[in-house]
T-cell receptor, first 113, second 111 residues
Framework: ETGVTQSPTHLIKTRGQQVTLRCSSQ?????VSWYQQALGQGPQFIFQ???????GRGNFPPRFSGLQFPNYSSELNVNALELDDSALYLC????????????FGPGTRLTVL | GQSLEQPSEVTAVEGAIVQINCTYQ??????LSWYQQHDGGAPTFLSY????GLEETGRFSSFLSRSDSYGYLLLQELQMKDSASYFC????????????FGAGTRLFVKA
């Protein structure tokens, strides 16, 4: 285990709702990245937070937003949920934004009905 | 934009050697990483190459050629537990830091 935790483990929402997913980074890590992984696909980069600031973003619409807190834990918020948002959401922490080794949490499985 | 290509599936026998190739296209290349993911599990970091050449870590080695935009992961002395998906991932610095993953290669190890 990596020491990265995520909550909740599973979540079921309906289309149009909003969801907040949480991630606690590994001790000593100040950078958190979020990914969306559809079944049978590779993780898709959503964004990265370094010391409470977003410092990289993938091709996701603005309804995907995030926060990082002073203790470096992080939240992913998704508004106006769509069916295609159903996926495994992974967060990964690293010592710093320039570090290449990322430690992944177990993920949150989101189902949108 | 960025893109990565890797084979979708590879099958090999226990004890053999297998090579998983990855070609990439990106404008702000920093380096190439490899991750392993077992079914139902989270990706686990295996290796990172920023410079040309071979990096060896136990049974796993990773190679990078920046001029060819190409890399590979070499797995030696295959074990049944190596059956998993393997992802190459590019570290890209365009417009902030991003890590772009390939679609993954499913490795099946047979007895």
């Amino acid at each position: 285990e990596t020491g990265v935790t995520q909550s909740p483990t599973h979540l079921i929402k309906t289309r149009g709702q909003q969801v907040t997913l949480r991630c606690s980074s590994q001790s000593g890590h100040n950078t958190v990245s979020w990914y969306q992984q559809a079944l049978g696909q590779g993780p898709q980069f959503i964004f990265q937070y370094y010391r409470e600031e977003e410092n990289g973003r993938g091709n996701f619409p603005p309804r995907f937003s995030g926060l990082q807190f002073p203790n470096y834990s992080s939240e992913l918020n998704v508004n106006a949920l769509e069916l295609d948002d159903s996926a495994l959401y992974l967060c990964a922490s690293s010592r710093t934004s320039g570090d290449n080794e990322q430690f992944f949490g177990p993920g949150t499985r989101l189902t949108v009905l | 934009g960025q893109s990565l290509e890797q084979p979708s599936e590879v099958t090999a026998v226990e004890g053999a050697i297998v090579q998983i190739n990855c070609t990439y296209q990106t404008s702000g290349f920093y380096g190439l990483s490899w991750y392993q993911q077992h079914d139902g599990g989270a990706p686990t970091f295996l290796s990172y190459n920023a410079l040309d050449g071979l990096e060896e870590t136990g049974r796993f080695s990773s190679f990078l050629s920046r001029s060819d935009s190409y890399g590979y992961l070499l797995l030696q002395e295959l074990q049944m537990k190596d059956s998993a998906s393997y992802f190459c991932a590019v570290r890209d610095g365009t417009g902030g830091f991003k890590t772009i993953f390939g679609a993954g290669t499913r490795l099946f190890v047979k007895a």
